[in-house]
């Protein structure tokens, strides 16, 4: 008789269980979670929470990981744009910390660019504010370079030869 009530509890089950499957795969909206009480049988459904298919769940997964690659993508694209800004910002300053005497005119055009005005000398000969030897060439040709975010003006002096002979630094105060 045991037997014969435990075989009718196993039936019973999972034909519920048959059941609920079915409802569950023909439903199109998602369905309430269903449970079957392990020791009696009976069916619970619960509306606050939901079954999610693999699918379901795989959709999830890779739309978050979207969104993080999304924004470190984002992220990185924003420091690489403000080191490229910091170098343009910074390039006259760079360039003018390495330039030397005798530094040909070609060179200068290479490192610095076209410059802003290409005027005659209107500074006595000077190397960073330090006068020149009077015996050095003197200054007939001037390059002047800024940039329009900073306040301040980079000029470079060459002689008759196209060598640099001075270099001055002006700013604002």
């Known amino acids: 008789m045991r037997d014969l009530q435990k075989s009718e509890k196993i039936e019973k089950t999972a034909t519920l269980r048959h059941d609920v499957l079915s409802i569950a795969r023909e439903s199109s909206a998602a369905p309430a979670a269903t449970f079957i009480h392990g020791k009696t049988g009976e069916v619970e459904s619960h509306p606050s929470f939901c079954i999610l298919t693999n699918k379901q769940v795989e959709g999830s997964m890779a739309s978050a990981r979207r969104t993080w690659t999304i924004g470190f993508a984002t992220i ?42 290409d005027t005659k000398c209107s ?26 975010l900073r306040i301040g003006e980079w000029d470079i002096g060459f002689d008759a030869d196209g060598r640099v002979v001075t270099k001055v630094y002006q700013s604002s105060p």
């Not at 500074?123 to 329009?148: H, K, L, M, N």
Request: proline fraction near 6%; charged fraction near 25%; hydrophobic fraction near 35%.
């Open 123 to 148: 500074f006595a000969s000077s190397w960073d504010g330090q006068p020149v030897a009077p015996t050095s060439a003197t200054c007939v040709e001037e390059f002047e370079y800024s940039r329009w």
């Open 76 to 117: 990185f694209v924003i420091l690489i744009s403000v080191w490229l800004a910091y170098r343009w910002y910074t390039k006259y300053d760079r360039e003018y910390k390495l330039l030397r005497p005798g530094t040909t005119k070609a060179e200068v055009l290479g490192r610095f660019g076209k410059p802003y005005e």
